[in-house]
């Protein structure tokens, strides 16, 4: 009787298929951005065992507290300072030569701050070690400090200790001192 032709379907064509793909993959590889993480490069103090850990009683004229406040303001020793003005402040109570191997730079911050806050903070605090440390190279082997030798910046670093303690509350004493029982004594960022 009837027969029926049978239809062939059609079928495409899938060779360039891969070739086509991977040209997009690599397209949108190229243009998209991708964010960097921004981080603080910083070496941190060798760990202590308890048995060797000690508490010292440091005299609070030797501590400059800063406090980072919940919506990104700063106290410096209880009264605010703009954080532009930080560097400065940084250097000047470094540098005192009474102050300069005692200091202790106490840093609280508030858990609501933001972390910009907190890395203009860190950044302004570097600066101004470093500022002290190149004074210092120039004054002491006549060259900035990028182009001191290892002993040299080793030596730099000695001299203008970054002595820095993050804390989550203020331990203030009775007797006007505080007591610091982690200082992070770093040579600054690599």
Known sequence: ?????????????????????????????????????????????????????????????????????????????????????????????????????KHVIQLETDREANYDAYFQVQNAIVRAYHHLRDLQARKQYGKPMTQCSAEEQLSLRDYYPQRIAEVNNSPISADNKIQVSDIQQKGGSR
């Open 1 to 101: 009787m009837f027969k029926r032709k049978k239809r062939k379907v059609p079928s495409l064509n899938t060779t360039s298929t891969a070739d086509i793909s991977f040209m997009l993959l690599i397209l949108f590889l190229v243009t998209s951005s991708m964010d960097v993480d921004k981080g603080l490069t910083r070496q941190l103090p060798p760990v202590i065992p308890e048995e060797q850990k000690e508490i010292t009683d440091i005299d609070q004229h030797n501590v400059l507290q800063l406090h980072i406040m919940a919506d990104g303001s700063l106290m410096c020793n209880e009264s605010l300072l703009p954080i532009e003005q930080l560097q400065e402040r940084v250097q000047t109570f470094v540098s005192v030569e009474a102050n300069r191997l």
